[in-house]
């Protein structure tokens, strides 16, 4: 008779545990991503919108003595532009004025077409060399979404310095230079 009663108890025990064991409850919840297109600049820290090429990318050509006018001069500015795009883009270039302005005399001027811009493609696009002009002009074309930093170089020719530098008066010479990135 123990074993009888100790058999059901155990019987019983076991459909007690394994009836528990399938209960359940579920929930559910719709989890969305919502996106937005956008392009945006960064300075080459990639930190402040807006600032590319950051503060510190000046572009400097010297020409202290006669052989700096025999050879080519060249400005590289690895990681000067930054931009991270939805889309795929382009980039454009211009001056902001067709003369590089002397800082005291205003009247002294150089053409901005001495200098020629040079990128390198990040990874994908097409890159286009240029002759700085105060019209935009495609540097970069076809450059796929992504967060891309692309490098610049910045050129003189021979030929532009002697013709067109050469003889004018000393001193600091500037003019604004202006990247635009766009999305189709």
């Not at 052989?67 to 590289?76: C, L």
Request: proline residues 7%.
């Amino acid at each position: 008779m123990k074993k009888c009663i100790l058999l059901s108890a155990l019987a019983l025990s076991g459909v007690l545990i394994s009836g528990s064991a399938f209960s359940q409850a579920t929930s559910s919840t719709n989890v969305k991503i919502v996106l937005s297109d956008f392009i945006t600049t960064e300075n080459g820290a990639g930190t402040t919108a807006g600032q590319t090429p950051g503060a510190g990318a000046e572009v400097l050509f010297e020409y202290p003595d006669a052989a700096s006018y025999t050879a080519i001069k060249s400005v590289n500015q690895p990681g000067h532009l930054r931009v991270t795009a939805t889309k795929t883009f382009q980039v454009t270039v211009k001056a902001m004025g067709t003369n590089f302005v002397h800082s005291t005399t205003p009247a002294n001027v150089i053409p901005v077409n001495v200098v020629d811009i040079v990128p390198t493609a990040p990874g994908s696009g097409t890159p286009s060399t240029v002759t700085l002009s105060d019209v935009e002009q495609v540097i970069l074309s076809g450059v796929d979404p992504g967060i891309k930093t692309i490098d610049v170089e910045y050129q003189i020719p021979a030929a532009r310095a002697q013709a067109d530098i050469l003889g004018k008066p000393s001193g600091t010479y500037q003019q604004v230079v202006v990247y635009t990135f766009s999305q189709p």
